[in-house]
């Protein structure tokens, strides 16, 4: 636990973290058009469910996201490769977005107005897919030091 919390204070000093969070932003801005855009088509043009539309939304922006994020945000950790293991730890990351972002605005709406509970929620979010990101599914390998 101690050696977690000096990698993420070292990261939050490192310079390289302020380009990471802004490149994330800027993927993060564009990812918020890909769902809004798959959720009117799935919904609105194909008459789907609506908690099926925005499955799939999510499910369709959150591959973008892997892929923006693999090559742009975190390239230098992947070396810009997919995997598998790194989609399937990128969309289960998203998934406890999902649920910070949506607890955060029910709680909130309780005593806030709604659109102020939505704001902050997606800050909430962003902190957490970020967080698990940068130290969970991109987390930089370390190279393996033979013990003499």
Do not use: C
Not at 18 to 27: N, R
């Amino acid at each position: 636990m101690e050696h977690a919390l000096s990698q993420i204070a070292a990261a939050w000093r490192s310079r390289t973290i302020v380009a990471k969070l802004f490149s994330f932003a800027t993927i993060g801005v564009v990812n918020v058009a890909v769902d809004v855009t798959a959720f009117s088509i799935a919904y609105k043009l194909f008459h789907l469910p609506l908690v099926l539309s925005n499955v799939i939304a999510w499910a369709v922006a959150v591959s973008g996201s892997y892929v923006m994020n693999t090559k742009v945000t975190f390239g230098r950790e992947t070396g810009g490769a997919f995997s598998w293991n790194h989609y399937l730890r990128f969309a289960a990351s998203g998934v406890l977005g999902v649920i910070v972002a949506t607890t955060t605005l029910v709680i909130l709406s309780q005593y806030a107005n709604v659109f102020v509970a939505k704001f902050v929620s997606i800050l909430a979010a962003f902190g957490v897919n970020f967080s698990m990101s940068h130290f969970v599914v991109f987390r930089a390998v370390r190279p393996n030091l033979e013990r003499l």
